[in-house]
């Protein structure tokens, strides 16, 4: 039988609530454990001391009895000291996706056409108030 140290979801629909239970790991997730070693409200505010309450002595019993914690279970326990800090890295999560590369690239074309027009309105003044003349050189022989 594997063991796992994992979190069991409660509460109500958009007010999650957490036990940290050890189970089967072949169990459902919200389904029956052996024992329950605390708790975790993500409601509450990350300060709050309430938030997660884990019973570390049973936990490090279940461990040497071979028990594995899930990925969330590990970063309570880490933060509580119990475990060793695993380091973590992925490098591609700040990367932008495909969508925003795509929005990227429209706004540099935009941005380009916008400076080349900016370029022609510059060169072409010189050129517009001889036009200009014209026009009105009409309207006063009229």
């Not at 052996?34 to 002595?57: A, F």
């Not at 049973?58 to 326990?77: C, H, N, T, Y």
């Not at 890295?89 to 706004?107: C, F, M, S, V």
């Amino acid at each position: 039988m594997a063991l796992s140290i994992r979190l069991a979801r409660g509460g109500a629909k958009k007010r999650p609530y957490y036990r940290v239970v050890v189970a089967d790991s072949r169990r459902r997730r919200d389904g029956r454990f052996i024992e329950k070693v605390g708790i975790y409200n993500p409601m509450l505010p990350k300060g709050d001391e309430g938030r997660v309450k884990l019973d570390v002595d049973r936990i490090k019993e279940w461990m040497a009895k071979g028990a594995q914690p899930s990925d969330r279970v590990s970063r309570f326990l880490e933060a509580a000291g119990v475990l060793d800090a695993k380091k973590r890295d992925n490098p591609n999560k700040a990367k932008p996706g495909t969508k925003a590369l795509e929005r990227i690239e429209e706004k540099k074309e935009k941005a380009e056409a916008l400076a080349a027009a900016a370029a022609e309105a510059a060169a072409a003044p010189a050129e517009e108030p001889a036009a200009e003349e014209g026009p009105a050189e009409e309207a006063a022989a009229e």
